[in-house]
């Protein structure tokens, strides 16, 4: 069964400081990874998608490196803002022999102080 | 990208009264559609798995008869929520995946039902 972690489960960090959001899946037979941003009572909000055969994809001031054999993705913020302020959940889809489904990490509430 | 709507967003009923949560996929058609349910300051546990057309796989632990699931069109899935109870007070996410290469699934905004 796989299970992802993610670490540390809450941030703080004055403005413009560069955010590191770990995660950990443990089984590396995947289909993709995906960075979501939530923010307090609202839906998902899709940053980043990797797929297995990718090692990382950039989006503005936003990057996420897979490293699918070892079973960890960081998502990189740069020069973060107060805006950045939410819950980051990684979230793995496996392959279709494991169900094809989509297993969320507990998430990393990120706050950036002004 | 693709867009899934949900609605409500809000739902505050009785206890005892049955709540529907409506999901669409406004520009693409969903062959899969998947509900979780997410607990405060918790992650999203996925509920069940609903191909249109067939019955849904329900994860374990998930009651099916408390949480009926139809997924009669391709662009169309509901959630009903049978005798609420305020335990069943949650934010629940409906997502829904087409047939693409790329199997990314889209989210919906959710729904926060609170029981009485």
């Known amino acids: 069964k796989q299970e992802v972690t993610q670490i540390p489960a809450a941030l703080s960090v004055p403005e413009g400081e560069n955010l590191v959001l770990n995660c950990s899946f443990t089984?590396?037979?995947?289909?993709?990874l995906q960075w979501f941003r939530q923010d307090p009572g609202k839906g998902l909000t899709s940053l980043l998608l990797?797929?297995?055969?990718?090692r990382e994809q950039t989006s503005g001031r936003l990057n996420a490196s897979l490293d699918k054999s070892s079973g960890r993705s960081t998502l990189y913020i740069a020069a973060s803002q107060p805006g950045d302020s939410a819950t980051y959940l990684c979230?793995?889809?496996?392959?279709?022999?494991?169900?094809?489904?989509?297993?969320f990490g507990g998430g990393t509430r990120v706050l950036v102080k002004p | 990208g693709a867009v899934v709507s949900q609605h409500p967003s809000r739902v505050i009923c009785k206890s005892g009264t049955s709540v529907k949560i409506e999901c669409r996929s406004l520009?693409?058609?969903?062959?899969?559609m998947f509900w979780y349910r997410q607990f405060p300051k918790q992650s999203l546990m996925l509920m069940a798995t609903?191909?249109?057309?067939?019955?849904?796989?329900?994860e374990q632990g998930v009651e099916k008869d408390k949480f009926l699931i139809n997924h009669a069109s391709l662009t169309l899935s509901t959630l009903t929520v049978t005798s609420a109870h305020p335990e069943d007070s949650s934010f629940y996410i409906c997502?829904?995946?087409?047939?693409?290469?790329?199997?990314?699934?889209?989210f919906g905004a959710g729904t926060r039902l609170s029981v009485l």
């Open positions: 979230a793995v889809k496996g392959v279709k022999a494991a169900g094809n489904k989509l297993t």
């Open positions: 089984d590396s037979a995947i289909y993709n």
């Open positions: 520009d693409f058609q969903a062959t899969t």
């Open positions: 990797i797929q297995s055969s990718q």
């Open positions: 609903s191909n249109e057309g067939s019955k849904a796989t329900y």
């Open positions: 997502s829904a995946r087409g047939s693409g290469a790329k199997n990314i699934q889209y």
